[in-house]
C-alpha cells in the first residue's frame, strides 16, 4: 500500500501546487489515514515543500498494527514540551521556504490556526477546503475489499442475532450484543453507535437504544455496521416479533421496500445523487409520507460513516463508478413504529452488473 498512499499524496500536491500552495497541512483525522496509511489520535501530516513528514503528538504507543503508517512517509514523535503538531507544521513549513501552506480551515479551532500564525507570521495560510474528502470519494479496489469484509461480518452478527430469543430482552442489550458479535467476528469495532428500536421506536432514523423489552407484535428495526481497516459500512433492517404481521405492519413495510429498491435501482455511474434520493423518496410521498422524512436517503461511506456524496433533494454532483453508498429510506409512525432498510452498495456501470450490494441479510419481513 505503501505506492498507493505515495500516489494519493502526489495527487494532492498537485492539486495544492495548480491553487498556488508549495505545501499542505491535512489535520482530519480520516484524511491523514487516507493518505498515510495510519497515525495515532492527534496526527498531521505536512506535505512539501521538501520532504513528507507525519508529526505525531507524544504517546502515540498503542495504535494497531493495521493503522501503522505508510513506512516510506517520514514519521516524527514530539516530545510533550512541543506542544501542538499543527503549529510544529507550520514552522517546519516556512523553515523549508514555503511562502503559503495550504490548512483544512473547517478542520481547525480558530485559536490552532491562530497559534499557526504567530509560530510562523511570514507564512500565508490558504484554506485547502475538501479537496481530500472529495478525492476520497471514488475508492480502489484495495478499499472496497475492506468494505466488503466489513460488510460480512455485519451480516454475520445481525444473523447470529436472529437465531436467538428476542423477546423480553432490552433494545440496549441487544445494541450491546451486536456489538460484542461485530467484534467476535474480527472487525475493529463498530461503525457507529448501534441502533435497536422496538414497537413505537422502531423505524426511527437515529434512535437510541432505551431499556424498552421486546414485546410480541412489536417491529424491531436494526442499524449497523463494522469498521474494518478503517473502513466502515451500515445496514438496517427491520422485523416483526413472534406473530405474524398486522396488516399495516406488511403494508408499510412493502413500501419502505419499494422505494428502497427504487433507490438501489437508481444508482449508476452518471446518476444525479438528487434522482437517486428522488426515486428512493417518491414512493413514500405518493403515499402521503412526505412529511417527517429524514433530509437525505443514503450517504457515501469509507474511512467515515458519512462521505460524500450525500443523496439529498438538493445535492449537486453525479455517480461515479466505485462509489460507495447507502440506500436508506424508512418511514416512522409516531406511537406505533415504523420501517427502515439501509443496504451499502457500490456504484458499478451496467456492464459490470451495476450496483454491487455489499449487505446480504434478507430483506424479507420475517416474523422472528
Sequence with gaps: MSEVHAVRRGLLRDRCAAAGSAAALVSRPANVRYLAGGAPPGAVLLLGPGEDVLLCPPAPAGE??????????????????????????????????????????????????????????????????????????????????????????????????????????????????????????????????????TGPNSGRGSHRPSDRRVEEGDFLSVRLGASYRGYRCEIGRTFVIGTAPAEWQIELYDLVFAAQRAGREALAPGAAYREVDRAARQPLEAAGYAEGLQPRTGHGVGLEIEEDPQLAPAAMGKLDACVPVTVEPGVHLPGRGGVRIDDTLVVRPEADGGPELLTMTTKELLAL
Design 64 to 197: 494497531s498494527a493495521h493503522a501503522r503508517p505508510d513506512e516510506a512517509l517520514r514519521v516524527d514523535l514530539l516530545p510533550p514540551p512541543d506542544g501542538d503538531p499543527v503549529v510544529v507544521a507550520a514552522g517546519l513549513a516556512a523553515a523549508s521556504g514555503a511562502e503559503s501552506l495550504a490548512v483544512e480551515e473547517h478542520d481547525l479551532t480558530v485559536a490552532r490556526h491562530r497559534a499557526m500564525g504567530e509560530a510562523a507570521p511570514r507564512l500565508r495560510l490558504a484554506d485547502l477546503g475538501f479537496t481530500v474528502e472529495q478525492q476520497r470519494i471514488v475508492k480502489d479496489e484495495e478499499e472496497i475489499g475492506c468494505l466488503r469484509i466489513a460488510a460480512e461480518i455485519t451480516d454475520q452478527a445481525l444473523g447470529e442475532l436472529l437465531e436467538s430469543i428476542l423477546v423480553g430482552r432490552t433494545e440496549r442489550h441487544l445494541a450491546l450484543e451486536l456489538e460484542r458479535r461485530l467484534v467476535d467476528h474480527g472487525a475493529d469495532g463498530p461503525a457507529f453507535a448501534t441502533s435497536v428500536g
